[in-house]
T-cell receptor, first 116, second 114 residues
Framework: NAGVMQNPRHLVRRRGQEARLRCSPM?????VYWYRQLPEEGLKFMVY????????ESGMPKERFSAEFPKEGPSILRIQQVVRGDSAAYFC??????????????FGQGTRLTVV | AQSVTQLGSHVSVSEGALVLLRCNYS??????LFWYVQYPNQGLQLLLK??????LVKGINGFEAEFKKSETSFHLTKPSAHMSDAAEYFC????????????FGSGTRLLVRP
C-alpha cells in the first residue's frame, strides 16, 4: 500500500522558469493538502483540495502560485516565474476525508525546490 | 491567529537520558494537538495526537505528551533517549472549526550523544 508519492524529489529551476510539483495521494484518499517549509522554519499551510475543487487556498501567495487536483491523475502545485524566495521544501499530505480529530493526514517525502 | 511556540531550536541529550521537547500554543480554546517527527530528507510522521479525553497521550516509539490547558502546553517526553530518536520534531495544532489546517511550530532538532 504505497504512501503519498511526490515527484520530483529535487527540482532545480532558474529564475523566471516554471516549477510543477506532483502529488499522488494514498489509495482511497480524495483530500490533498500542500504545505511549504522554508529553511529553518516549520511547515506553512498553502492549500486544501478535493477532487476538482479548491476548498481553502488561504495560504497560497496571491500571484504565480496555483494548485489543482483533477478527476484523474495527481495533484499539481504550479509556480510560475520562480524567484529565489520560492526555494523551499514543498510537502503534500492526503487524507481519506475532510480531516477531523479522528482522521490522520499522511505526508509525502516532499519536493525540494532550488531556484538558481 | 493561532500560533505555536517550540522553545529551543536544538536540544541535545545523552543516550538513555530523558527527552523533553516543549510546545505552547496561543489559543484560549483548546485546539487539536499533534507531534510529528521528520527524519532527514523524509516526510513527516505522526508521533501522537490529542483531541479529547485523557490528557496524557501515548504515541509511537515510546513518546508521550501531556495536554495542560492551564499552561496551554503540550510537551513531548520520552524517558530514555535512543540514538535513533535523533530527528526534527514539530508540534502542530489545528482549530476545531478548521481541523484540516495544521499550524506548525518552527521545530526542535533533537541530538542524541552516545
Amino acid at each position: 500500500n504505497a504512501g503519498v508519492m511526490q515527484n520530483p524529489r529535487h527540482l532545480v529551476r532558474r529564475r523566471g522558469q516554471e516549477a510543477r510539483l506532483r502529488c499522488s495521494p494514498m489509495k482511497g484518499h480524495s483530500h490533498v493538502y500542500w504545505y511549504r517549509q522554508l529553511p529553518e522554519e516549520g511547515l506553512k499551510f498553502m492549500v486544501y483540495l478535493q477532487k476538482e475543487n479548491i476548498i481553502d487556498e488561504s495560504g497560497m501567495p496571491k500571484e504565480r502560485f496555483s494548485a489543482e487536483f483533477p478527476k484523474e491523475g495527481p495533484s499539481i502545485l504550479r509556480i510560475q516565474q520562480v524567484v529565489r524566495g520560492d526555494s523551499a521544501a514543498y510537502f503534500c499530505a492526503s487524507s481519506p476525508g475532510r480531516r477531523a480529530e479522528s482522521t490522520e493526514a499522511f505526508f509525502g517525502q516532499g519536493t525540494r525546490l532550488t531556484v538558481v | 491567529a493561532q500560533s505555536v511556540t517550540q522553545l529551543g531550536s536544538h536540544v541535545s541529550v545523552s543516550e538513555g537520558a530523558l527527552v523533553l521537547l516543549r510546545c505552547n500554543y496561543s489559543s484560549s480554546v483548546p485546539p487539536y494537538l499533534f507531534w510529528y517527527v521528520q527524519y532527514p530528507n523524509q516526510g513527516l510522521q505522526l508521533l501522537l495526537k490529542y483531541t479529547t479525553g485523557a490528557t496524557l497521550v501515548k504515541g509511537i516509539n515510546g513518546f508521550e505528551a501531556e495536554f495542560k490547558k492551564s499552561e496551554t502546553s503540550f510537551h513531548l517526553t520520552k524517558p530514555s533517549a535512543h540514538m535513533s530518536d535523533a530527528a526534527e520534531y514539530f508540534c502542530a495544532v489545528s482549530d476545531r472549526d478548521s481541523s484540516y489546517k495544521l499550524i506548525f511550530g518552527s521545530g526542535t532538532r533533537l541530538l542524541v550523544r552516545p
